[in-house]
């Protein structure tokens, strides 16, 4: 069955970086497009980021677009997300899910931006 696995997050300073990692399984994860998904507290599902299966063609939600870097390692059939100059309305719950799959997300990884 599917599984995604993600990780990396924490609690950092505004302006500081994090790097999550998703690692996938259970599907052919090179034949899919991938995104990420954020979940703030209170409030619904956020689209974030999304790249292609070859990961040259990626696209970002005005709120993250030149901050974050999404990417993908498809002989490890992981996907990335590179967060630069956090901001504490970045703080979220983070998920990777299948392309337009929103129920294909696991655990999500915690990230909370504060000083």
Do not use: H
Not at 83 to 108: F, H, N, W
């Amino acid at each position: 069955q599917v599984q995604l696995v993600e990780s990396g997050g924490g609690l950092v300073q505004p302006g500081e970086s994090l790097r999550l990692s998703c690692a996938a399984s259970g599907f052919t994860f090179s034949n899919w497009f991938m995104s990420w998904v954020r979940q703030a507290p209170g409030k619904g599902l956020e689209w974030i980021s999304t790249i292609n299966t070859g990961g040259q063609v990626t696209d970002y939600a005005n709120s993250v677009k030149g901050r974050f870097t999404i990417s993908r390692d498809n002989s490890k059939n992981t996907l990335y997300l590179q967060m630069d100059s956090l901001k504490p309305e970045d703080t979220a719950v983070y998920y990777c899910i299948k392309y337009l799959d929103y129920e294909s997300r696991g655990q999500g990884t915690q990230v909370t931006v504060s000083s």
